[in-house]
């Protein structure tokens, strides 16, 4: 089986917390992660969990950054999946009510029962922030190249 996985991963609305006047930091993400196989086989990841992730201000108020971050869980079937996300700009509208959390890449790792292991590449997009309220879901996608 070679050619090109489609990958989906599924991020709920997530709460951020102020921790201080120039640190937040989101709350535990559990996304959900769907591989479409080459042949059609579909691999599904519960719980791919990104860890609360600092978000610091660079240029307080109006410009703030997410740390880079990892998330990772296997299936019922030992398959892996890890993804990589690089750190995420988030820029501040107070005249709009809303910060922008901007599109990032990140990096997959698929790792199969069956041993090989497989990596590729995808994008968040951009995502708003209520002042009051939690981010908005987003669906992040990119490919694994099967070879």
Sequence with gaps: ??????????CPPMS?????????RTAVE????????????VLTFKDVTIPPTD???VSWPFYWMVK???A???????NYFVVELDEEPVTVYPSKGYSLA??????FTLMTARGPVYG?????PECKVPFFGKAQSVTATGTITIP
């Design 55 to 57: 978000v610091n201000a």
């Design 30 to 41: 559990p996304m959900v992660v769907t591989v479409v196989m080459p042949d059609g086989s």
């Design 120 to 124: 590729g590449t995808g994008k968040f």
């Design 102 to 107: 901007h599109e990032v890449p990140c990096k």
């Design 68 to 70: 880079a971050c990892m």
């Design 1 to 10: 089986m070679s050619g090109i996985a489609t990958v989906s991963i599924y």
């Design 72 to 78: 990772e869980n296997g299936d019922d079937f030992s």
């Design 16 to 24: 951020i917390d102020k921790i201080s006047r120039k640190l937040r």
